[in-house]
């Protein structure tokens, strides 16, 4: 542990080294972003008394410094630090030959809002548990430090600047090392240092809203929401088509783009929005699009493999006619890059929830205009309603949790049948497979012989060569399950 006289010697040092090395960093070629993470900014939360190699920690789940598995979309911020298992902050480290600040980049004429990443995928941590959420996000190449609050729905990337609490460069560690001392030594960050750092609402006359609230407007708002866009298209190419008609056609193609959406954020497929858009935005000579003629090749692979009524060929809705333009909006919409919405963070469950309130809607039309009203059953019901977390989990602990009291085996599990006879947007049945899964998982770990260290045994010691194709080794330590288990 170093007092805080200590840190500010040993940081100014690291400054002042890194000041004598800033243009060899910048313009040699030679220097390597992980050099610049191990040499210089690593070290300055080390001064700042953080375990950046989680040293001593046996429990994986108890480090403080975690490297993000970054996946083979590497959407993921670089790491995340936590204390007592409850997640402070992403940091987004780059190379100092870039500018941080969202700017035009001048030599090479690229954006560079490097802190997008990191933002939406914070921001869509908002709709979980406290103890779960991540609230901050800080980008640095260690000569910028610039810290943002995350927890608003920023519209663009530009507009992220309006969250940004912190912008400091490298003379500003000492310059303003109190308060650099103040919010992110370890000790303060855990007596809740952080905390003084949100934005307040009033100050930039903004309110802070979830991202399933959020996302629920960009689906429905009723002047620019990606429905009325998409009603207002087709009853323009199809005037004679019936508000039920259309409502189906905007459900589908809705449907489509965002379980696309999710496959991506969740590694599950490649991105497949963005080779939509690139083979949208090649028919450059046509303006109106055919939703099936241009998305076919990839809606009937899709429906090969996910193969419930999603993808399936509906002719009479897959003819409709949207214009190009129109489609390449909402698409770009939901590209990682323009997107503040990561579906690989936000809870399934929400979806669900947001999914009831977008269905008890409808496309109203005239001769002339297509609107969007509530169904008269929900207008008379006041809204849609949807069953409580904390009520779905009591129900499925009472019922689904006294069964698994009984199971002494994994085969005794798969004895169970679970039947939901009113499933709505399926809640009851997420929580009832979390609750499996779960099960599964403590049952696999009893069986786990771990080595004892930082690291554990990744030779799943304890179990048969059967069950090792059932389960394995996160690099955290974590056990999980395959999908063949699942």
């Given amino acids: 542990m170093f007092t805080k006289e200590e840190a500010r010697i040993h940081i100014e040092k690291l400054s002042n080294d890194f000041e004598g090395k800033i243009d060899f960093i910048k313009n040699s070629g030679q220097y390597k972003e992980a050099q610049i993470e191990d040499e210089f900014i690593k070290p300055l939360f080390r001064y700042l008394n953080w375990n950046i190699s989680n040293e001593g920690i046996q429990n994986p789940n108890e ?9 083979r979309n590497g959407k993921e911020p670089d790491y995340l630090l936590q204390l007592k298992n409850k997640p402070l902050f992403f940091i987004e480290a780059k190379h100092t030959k870039y500018n941080l600040g969202g700017k035009i980049d001048e030599d090479t004429k690229v954006r560079t809002d490097y802190i997008w990443q990191a933002y939406s995928y914070a921001y869509s941590t908002q709709t979980k548990p406290k103890y779960e959420k991540v609230d901050f996000a800080l980008l640095t190449d260690f000569e910028e430090f610039r810290f943002f609050d995350c927890t608003f729905p920023a519209k663009n990337h530009s507009s992220l600047n309006n969250y940004c609490v912190i912008d400091w460069t490298y003379k500003d560690y000492i310059k303003n090392f109190d308060k650099l001392w103040e919010f992110f030594e370890r000790e303060n ?18 309110n802070r809203i979830p991202p399933d609230k959020a996302f629920l407007k960009d689906l429905d708002d009723e ?9 207002k298209d087709i009853k323009k190419y199809q005037p004679d088509f019936s508000a039920e008609f259309i409502t189906q056609a905007v459900q589908l193609i809705l449907d489509r783009f965002i379980f696309i959406k999710v496959l991506s954020d969740r590694e599950i497929e490649e991105d497949i929005i963005q080779n939509l858009v690139n083979k949208i935005q090649s028919l450059k000579d ?9 998305c076919k090749d990839v809606f009937d692979a899709l429906d090969k493999t996910y193969n419930g009524s999603t993808f399936t060929k509906r002719s009479e809705l897959d003819s409709v006619k949207v214009s190009n333009k129109i489609l390449l909006e909402i698409l770009k919409d939901l590209l990682p890059e323009n997107s503040r919405y990561n579906f690989k963070v936000i809870p399934i469950e929400i979806l669900g929830t947001i999914y009831e309130q977008f269905l008890g809607k409808v496309v109203v039309t005239t001769d002339k205009r297509a609107t969007i009203d509530y169904k008269p059953e929900v207008r008379k019901a006041g809204g849609v309603y949807y069953t409580p977390d904390y009520i779905v989990n009591y ?15 994994f085969d005794d599990l798969l004895e169970l049948k679970i039947c939901d006879p009113a499933c709505g947007s399926g809640s009851f049945l997420l929580a009832a497979y979390d609750v499996l899964i779960k099960w599964t998982i403590r049952y696999y770990e009893s069986k786990i012989q771990f080595n004892q260290g930082v690291n554990p045994s990744v030779e799943l010691k304890g179990l048969s060569k059967e069950e090792r194709k059932l389960v394995y080794l996160e690099n955290d330590g974590q056990v999980r399950l395959t999908s063949k288990i699942k």
Wanted: glycine residues 8%.
């Fill in 63 to 71: 480090r403080e410094f975690i490297v993000q598995a970054k996946g």
């Fill in 189 to 206: 960050v855990r007596i809740g240092s952080l905390e003084k750092l949100y934005i307040n609402e009033k100050k930039i006359k903004e």
């Fill in 223 to 231: 002047k620019d929401g990606w429905r009325i866009k998409l009603a």
């Fill in 286 to 294: 046509k303006e109106e699009g055919i939703i099936y003629d241009e």
């Fill in 395 to 409: 129900i499925v602990e009472k019922t689904v949790g006294e069964k698994l009291k009984e199971c002494k085996k």
